[in-house]
């Protein structure tokens, strides 16, 4: 049975905001878990799959940084005051900034329905504070799923995006073609290869992402909360090996 959807406002607007449509019992298990994996994996799919099976919400920190550039100024939280002037400064938001936000949202993390923690924590240090914060709240996590997929099988997934030049809209020339070679079926608009999706821009990002989250993925193999996720073949596959894994740690 899929999971109703909600707004998700007490996680992007945080304050005194409520989901409209939060769950209504508690499931039989509560799932809390952290999402890593590079781009290109399909995190972002596998969150939604999993919010539709477990009816955890997919609590995004990047969705949190657009939803503060829409919100009018009195509606923003200090803390999203504070990532966005570091943001317009070209600066990355420090670790700091963005646990006060966490902070900020207690009330998800103590959601019987339980979350799918998706962009924090990036780092040791983040995880590190999480850790405490979670501790503090009486809150456990259930485990950390890391989707992993070679490097040569992420470029061919990220090089072979097209991007609409008028709507947007994406495209892939493998899995998701337009009807007529590099135009775009919606308005027609010409598609073309972002400088981020080419394979030299694609190669140097994965190294970044790797020398990154080694420490992160060594972090929680220590604590025994790691469950990783062949994240290979189509998103249905990697949903079955992910929820195979997850009756896994049920059994652990």
Request: aromatic share 6%; net charge positive.
């Amino acid at each position: 049975m899929n999971a109703i959807q909600n707004d998700r406002a007490a996680w992007l607007k945080a304050s005194k905001a409520v989901c409209s449509n939060p769950p209504l019992q508690a499931p039989a298990k509560a799932w809390r878990l952290v999402l890593l994996g590079s781009p290109g994996v399909g995190k972002g799919t596998q969150a939604e799959l999993l919010h539709q099976r477990l009816g955890s919400c997919h609590l995004s920190t990047g969705d949190v940084f657009r939803a503060a550039k829409s919100l009018p100024g009195g509606q923003r939280s200090p803390a999203m005051e504070e990532a966005l002037d570091y943001m317009r400064r070209g600066e990355l938001v420090p670790d700091q900034t963005v646990l006060s936000m966490v902070g900020e949202r207690l009330r998800c993390l103590h959601c019987f329905g339980g979350f799918l923690l998706d962009g924090f924590p990036r780092t040791v240090a983040q995880a590190e504070a999480l850790e405490k914060l979670m501790l503090h709240e009486e809150v456990a996590l259930t485990g950390v799923l890391n989707y992993e997929l070679p490097l040569e099988e992420i470029v061919a997934r990220i090089s072979g995006r097209r991007t609409c030049s008028q709507c947007k809209a994406v495209y892939h020339i493998t899995s998701r073609p337009p009807r007529v070679p590099d135009v775009c079926d919606q308005c027609g608009g010409k598609l073309f290869l972002r400088e981020d999706d080419r394979p030299e821009s694609v190669r140097v990002r994965m190294a970044a992402y790797e020398k990154s989250t080694r420490p992160l993925i060594k972090f929680y193999q220590e604590r025994g909360l790691l469950v990783p996720i062949v994240a290979g073949g189509t998103p249905e596959e990697t949903f079955q090996r992910t929820m195979i894994a997850l009756e896994g740690v049920l059994t652990d």
